[in-house]
C-alpha cells in the first residue's frame, strides 16, 4: 500500500540552525500537509499546499518557516532560525483532494533543538 | 479553545469487554476521521465519516458520524490486547485544509 515516507527520522540541530524536513508524499496525491505535535500534546496544523502555492496555514507558521515541492515527489518544510520551542514531531500528510478525501500521514520527524 | 474533545482520557479494560470513545464538538465538520497512533509514529487512518448519522464498521469497530455532523463515536466489541493504542479523531470544517485533531483516547486492554 502507498504510503508517505520522512527523513530524516530523526534531526538534532543546534537553536539557530536551519533545518529542512523532507517528504514524498504518496503519488497521486495533490494536497500536501505539514502538522507537528509537541511532546505529550496534540497534533497541531501548519500548513497545507495545494498546486505549488500555501492554501491555508495557521498561527504556528509564521515568517521562520517556508514549504517548497522543488521537483514532482519531495515535499519539504523549511525552518530558517530554530528556536528551542520548535522541537516536536513533525508529520507530513498528502491526501487526494480536500473534500473527503482523508489525509494519509507520514511517521514523522522527530526534530530536537539544543 | 478545545474545538474537538475526546472522552475518555484514559481507559483502561479487561480483554473481551466492550467500549466506547467519544469526540465532541460545538463546531460542524464537513468529514472526521478516526486515526490510530502507536508512540513514536504517525497517525495511521481507520475511517473516515462525512453523512451526518452515517455509521461505518471496520471489525470489532463501529464508527457513528453525528446526525448535526458535531460529534462522533468509536465503539469497540470484545475488546483485545492488539487493540491497545492511541485514539484521535480529527474534523475537516467547510472551506478548510486543515484536520483539527482531539486530544485523544490512550486505551489499555488487559490480557
Known amino acids: 500500500e502507498p504510503e508517505v515516507t520522512q527523513t530524516p527520522s530523526h534531526q538534532v540541530t543546534q537553536m539557530g540552525q536551519e533545518v529542512i524536513l523532507r517528504c514524498v508524499p504518496i503519488?497521486?496525491?495533490?494536497?500536501f500537509y505539514w502538522y507537528r505535535q509537541i511532546l505529550g500534546q496534540k497534533v497541531e496544523f501548519l500548513v497545507s499546499?495545494?498546486?505549488?502555492?500555501?492554501?491555508?496555514k495557521s498561527e504556528i507558521f509564521d515568517d521562520q518557516f517556508s514549504v517548497e515541492r522543488p521537483d514532482g515527489s519531495n515535499f519539504t518544510l523549511k525552518i530558517r532560525s530554530t528556536k528551542l520551542e520548535d522541537s516536536a514531531m513533525y508529520f507530513c500528510?498528502?491526501?487526494?483532494?480536500?473534500?473527503?478525501?482523508?489525509?494519509?500521514f507520514g511517521d514523522g520527524t522527530r526534530l530536537s533543538i539544543l | 479553545t478545545q474545538l474537538l474533545e475526546q472522552s475518555p482520557q484514559f481507559l483502561s479494560i479487561q480483554e473481551g469487554e466492550n467500549l466506547t470513545v467519544y469526540c465532541n464538538s460545538s463546531?460542524?465538520?464537513?468529514?472526521l476521521q478516526w486515526y490510530r497512533q502507536e508512540p513514536g509514529e504517525g497517525p495511521v487512518l481507520l475511517v473516515t465519516?462525512?453523512?451526518?448519522?452515517e455509521v461505518k464498521k471496520l471489525k470489532r469497530l463501529t464508527f457513528q458520524f453525528g446526525d448535526a455532523r458535531k460529534d462522533s463515536s468509536l465503539h469497540i466489541t470484545a475488546a483485545q490486547p492488539g487493540d491497545t493504542g492511541l485514539y484521535l479523531c480529527?474534523?475537516?470544517?467547510?472551506?478548510?485544509?486543515?484536520?483539527?485533531f482531539g486530544k485523544g483516547t490512550k486505551l489499555s486492554v488487559i490480557p
Open positions: 499546499f495545494y498546486n505549488n502555492e500555501i492554501s491555508e
Open positions: 500528510a498528502s491526501s487526494p483532494n480536500r473534500d473527503d478525501q482523508p489525509q494519509h
Open positions: 480529527a474534523g475537516v470544517q467547510a472551506g478548510s485544509y486543515q484536520l483539527t
Open positions: 465519516v462525512v453523512t451526518g448519522g
Open positions: 463546531s460542524v465538520f464537513s468529514s
Open positions: 503519488s497521486n496525491h495533490l494536497y
